[in-house]
């Protein structure tokens, strides 16, 4: 008994060193909410701490990461997508309550819905073609997300019976829904990589979505179509007196890339020990300092081609080329089946989805282009929106972000060709001033 209360002591102790410490600052920086974090260091701390940011839809306009020993130290001046800080209480309070815990890790799964993950060959019509399957299975879509990148398609979809509105469990059901999903995956040619698996819970959907195109190698396929002139650029070198290998990420900057750089240099095991993000205008750069979960930089010229091609992947896959459309609608059953296959019958490719019901209205969003993956023709976009409804289905334009602002006077020169003592520079003068030694960073 006398070793059970030590221990429960011994346990809150733990608790009280490992909880992190937030602080929320709007008085620091003239344009940007300031959020600081320090936590006891463990592997994907810090992609969860991005998550809780990039969830709420804020953009990370700077960060500065550094970490001592078995401790990290996290700076992010984040704004809203209109470029202003954050001021709204319950929002402030959200991210001080979710930042501290953090370090227990989250699932955003529910127990109302049954999640099925589906990977395979994109082509025309292929999000028709499941909509459609699940229409005839009874199974209603109340949430799903849907990328495709370099010829490949990777789905999460959370469904739930037409008749009862549980979740399905019947076992002969789940393997009916998986073996009609699998064949129309196939094709005439994906017999080997389509794959379909029910679950009941999921970590975080859009990591997931990282991790099943990361599995399904889309980074090692060539893509259908010529990247523009504005692809990602990601150098990787070894700092050989450190022992960190050194990764550099620049492109156009847009809400939640960090999350999805991050995203794959945790699930490739990378620990992130240093790291300096800046934007400037529309361009984001990103430095980081990595070495593998047993303190080795990265070895071989093979690891390195990969870990770029990785990154240009991350980067590419929620940039989907397309005109926006935004369908806000009463739900019913098979309403998704039907707004895709008109899609289908006009030539239209859905490159990008999300779909979200609530209460009763469907609030879905696709991104199209034409069958070859051009721009679509504004007429055909047009013909489309009047046998869908011209008031339920509307074009929006795809996603800027707000630079109008005065963009920030600073140094560029941290970017891709920054050399590797620069920064080193900036990550000493900045752990100065967070343990107060100096007054300043700038």
């Not at 989250?106 to 395979?120: F, K, M």
């Not at 300092?289 to 991350?314: K, N």
């Not at 020169?413 to 300043?440: D, E």
């Amino acid at each position: 008994m006398e070793w059970s209360a030590c221990l429960d002591e011994y346990e809150k102790l733990v608790i009280r060193m490992t909880t992190p410490r937030v602080v929320i600052d709007n008085a620091v920086c003239p344009k940007a909410t300031v959020v600081k974090v320090d936590s006891a260091r463990k592997h994907g701390i810090l992609l969860e701490a991005v998550q809780v940011l990039t969830d709420l839809n804020l953009s990370i306009k700077k960060a500065y990461i550094s970490s001592d020993g078995r401790w990290f130290m996290d700076v992010f001046h984040v704004t809203d997508l209109k470029g202003n800080k954050i001021t709204d209480k319950s929002v402030i309070n959200y991210i001080e309550q979710s930042l501290v815990t953090i370090h227990y890790g989250r699932t955003t799964g529910s127990n109302d819905l049954t999640a099925l993950e589906l990977t395979g060959t994109d082509r025309v019509g292929l999000l028709s073609e499941v909509f459609a399957v699940l229409a005839d299975l009874q199974c209603n879509v109340v949430d799903a997300k849907v990328w495709t990148h370099n010829g490949r398609i990777a789905s999460l979809l959370f469904v739930k019976d037409c008749n009862s509105g549980s979740p399905i469990e019947d076992t002969q059901q789940i393997d009916r829904i998986e073996a009609r999903l699998r064949n129309v995956l196939k094709g005439d040619n994906d017999i080997r990589s389509a794959k379909t698996m029910v679950s009941m819970a999921v970590t975080h959907t859009e990591r997931r979505l990282h991790q099943m195109m990361f599995a399904d190698r889309d980074y090692e396929r060539k893509p259908i179509l010529q990247p523009s002139g504005d692809s990602p650029v990601v150098t990787v070198q070894n700092w050989v007196e450190r022992d960190y290998s050194v990764v550099n990420v620049q492109c156009k900057d847009r809400t939640k890339l960090l999350f999805d750089v991050l995203c794959t240099l945790t699930d490739m095991e990378y620990t992130v020990f240093h790291a300096t993000i800046k934007t400037s205008g529309d361009r984001a750069y990103q430095e980081f300092y990595i070495r593998h979960a047993d303190g080795t930089p990265i070895s071989s010229e093979p690891e390195r081609q990969r870990v770029i091609q990785c990154l240009q992947a991350a980067v590419e896959r929620r940039a989907s080329e397309g005109v926006r459309l935004e369908l806000c609608t009463l739900d019913r059953q098979g309403l998704l089946a039907d707004v895709t296959r008109t899609f289908r019958e006009n030539g239209l490719n859905v490159t990008r989805a999300e779909v979200s019901t609530t209460r009763d209205m469907a609030l879905n969003v696709f991104y199209v282009t034409d069958a070859v993956g051009n721009a679509a023709d504004p007429k055909l976009i047009e013909s489309v929106r009047q046998k869908i409804g011209l008031s339920s289905l509307k074009v929006k334009e795809l996603p800027r972000l707000d630079h109008h602002q005065e963009a920030e006077k600073e140094d560029q020169t941290a970017g891709v060709a920054g050399t590797v003592l620069l920064s080193l520079g900036s990550l000493v003068k900045w752990n100065l001033y967070h343990l107060g030694l100096i007054r300043s960073y700038s």
